[in-house]
């Protein structure tokens, strides 16, 4: 059963160097393509660091690979991912009218990807 | 290493907003590369270490190399056959071509958006409502006791604002730097800048509005019912504590950061801040100052604003500026498929905007400037290196306090700079259209 959680996107320092290197290298793909997940919500979904997990939002989904956080740094429920390509598609183009899509509490549906 | 090595001092790094001028540069002239960057933080030396001069194809126009002559030409008639085209971007670049980009949306009759309006553009429109009370970063280093860092990340992000204007830097009414300043920090989750903090508070998500209306409250003598423990997963005993240092210290800052903008509510939460500052003012000296991202995004709102009157999300369609987020933003023309032609200035909406955007992006004719490749120029009709600002260009960026600074160079490149190719693509848009494009409704 996939379960809601709350999806922060934004900036960290490995996305920034890596983003000097190239947005196309590999380094910030990688990290651009990790999830950073409370340890005790991994746990409960049967998930350890560098498992994949599917992330799906209302406007789309993504596959990314999942990291643990302990719980003084990431509350239950809320998960972390460095901005990027990964990060867009499950943003909604609707901004309310401001210019701005939501990009950071995006509500996603996260289940474990086992094939 | 090579000998042949020179020193650049008091270069300035434009990977963030805090636009550092101290930077000394080691450069290898025969590796064309930087190997030192003495001052810089680890994003600036990350900055200065892989922008070196690449062997790159001067130019692709679909998807083949060409000459950058080639790559105007193409450029300059897809923007003079557009009906609807975007220039977009424009806060990795220097405000000399900011105001080509300006100068070209003015002449097609063009929709004219910085990344801004992803970025701080809430804050834009929240400024218009409510006013700012701000300062330069110097007068923050130099006088303020009490700083509060709401919805941002500063030590990943922008590493210098601790430690270069603001918590530990000593200033001259803050003798003992760090001992003289209380500093809390508020957040929805406990990121490394809490480290720093004496207090952080942890929001619940989308909370934010309602605790900053509480901070009002409570500044202005209101009671505040206990529940908004619940609420918010800040306890009122927390709150008042806060609100009562706010009203105590001599000189305070609100720094605010896209936790605010980027989410639910977006003007309104940041709106709510600008207005807990002015009220501080009732009390105190107290200013608020949106920490920007890119180098050179506060010159673009500079720039645009004294071209045109308004920040980001201007339209010249009618041949005056029209000003209206969520009509003129990219992000909302891209979704609605309004467009029809994008002119991308150092920015990766490829990347970075909605899939419906994006898409959108792909089906039009794309222009991009950028030094090195992004997923925009991937797909772009017309895709032309230009070299980097503050490496290789100079020129002027404006920090994010609004204060000029002038660029210098480290290392030569044989790439065009972006105002190069923009003053060139406007000087072969005006010989393709005679002139400014006139309205529809004057030219028939």
Not at chain 2, 34 to 48: D, M, P, Q, S, Y
Not at chain 2, 153 to 170: C, D, G, I, M
Not at chain 2, 398 to 422: G, H, K, N
């Amino acid at each position: 059963m996939p379960e809601t959680m709350t999806l922060i996107g934004g900036r960290s320092s490995r996305q920034g160097t890596s983003l000097c290197v190239g947005k196309l290298a590999g380094e910030y793909v990688e990290v651009a393509s990790t999830v950073e997940m409370n340890a005790e919500d991994m746990a409960r979904l049967g998930l350890k660091d560098n498992d994949r997990v599917r992330l799906r939002s209302a406007a789309g989904e993504v596959i990314v690979r999942c990291k643990a956080r302990a719980a003084k740094e990431l509350p239950s429920g809320l998960l972390f991912i460095a901005y990027g390509p990964l990060s867009s598609r499950l943003m909604a183009s609707d901004t309310a009218g401001s210019g701005m899509p939501i990009s950071k509490n995006i509500e996603v549906q996260v289940e474990p990807v086992t094939e | 290493m090579s000998d042949n090595t020179h020193i650049v001092r008091d270069a300035t790094c434009t990977f963030c907003g805090c636009v550092c001028d101290d930077m000394h540069l080691t450069v290898d002239v025969a590796a064309n590369k930087i190997t030192k960057a003495e001052n810089a933080c680890v994003l600036g030396r990350a900055w200065f270490k892989e922008h070196g001069i690449e062997n790159r194809p001067f130019a692709l126009v679909a998807g083949r190399e060409a000459s950058t002559e080639e790559a105007i030409e193409e450029a300059a008639q897809i923007l003079a056959r557009a009906r609807f085209p975007v220039i977009y971007g424009l806060s990795d670049t220097t405000c000399e071509a900011q105001r080509q980009a300006v100068a070209i949306a003015d002449m097609i009759g063009g929709n004219l958006d910085t990344t801004t309006s992803v970025c701080h553009g809430p804050s834009g429109i929240a400024f218009q409502g409510v006013g700012e009370s701000t300062a330069t970063l110097g007068e923050i280093r130099n006088r303020a006791d009490l700083l509060v860092f709401w919805g941002g990340n500063p030590a990943e992000s922008h590493p210098r604002l601790f430690t270069r204007y603001a918590v530990t830097a000593k200033g001259m009414y803050v003798p003992n730097g760090r001992k003289d300043r209380f500093v809390a920090l508020v957040d929805v989750r406990r990121t490394p800048s809490a480290a720093v903090a004496d207090l952080f508070l942890q929001v619940k998500p989308q909370r934010d509005f309602e605790v900053l209306w509480a901070l009002r409250a409570l500044v202005k003598g209101r009671r505040v019912d206990p529940a908004i423990e619940k609420l918010t997963g800040v306890s009122l005993a927390t709150l008042e504590d806060l609100a009562g240092r706010m009203k105590r210290c001599r000189y305070g800052v609100l720094f605010f950061g896209m936790g605010l903008t980027m989410t639910r509510g977006r003007h309104f939460n940041s709106g709510a801040l600008l207005a807990l500052a002015t009220d501080l003012n009732e009390y105190t000296h107290f200013v608020a100052k949106p920490v920007r991202g890119h180098g050179n995004v506060t010159g673009a709102d500079n720039v645009v604003s004294w071209q045109t009157g308004f920040p980001f999300g201007v339209n010249l369609s009618r041949g005056y500026p029209r000003f209206n987020p969520g009509e003129f933003t990219t992000a909302d023309l891209l979704g609605r498929g309004e467009v029809d032609a994008a002119l991308i200035v150092a920015a990766d909406p490829g990347a970075n905007f909605p899939q419906r955007a994006i898409d959108h992006l792909r089906s039009i004719p794309v222009i991009v400037l950028d030094p090195k490749p992004t997923h925009t120029s991937q797909h772009a009709r017309v895709a032309i290196t230009t070299a980097t600002y503050g490496i290789s260009v100079a020129g002027t960026v404006y920090r994010m306090d609004d204060v000029s600074v002038t660029l210098r160079t480290a290392l030569p490149s044989p790439y065009p700079s972006d105002e190069e190719v923009l003053t060139r693509i406007k000087a072969r848009v005006r010989e393709l259209l005679g002139g400014n494009r006139l309205p529809a409704a004057r030219a028939a």
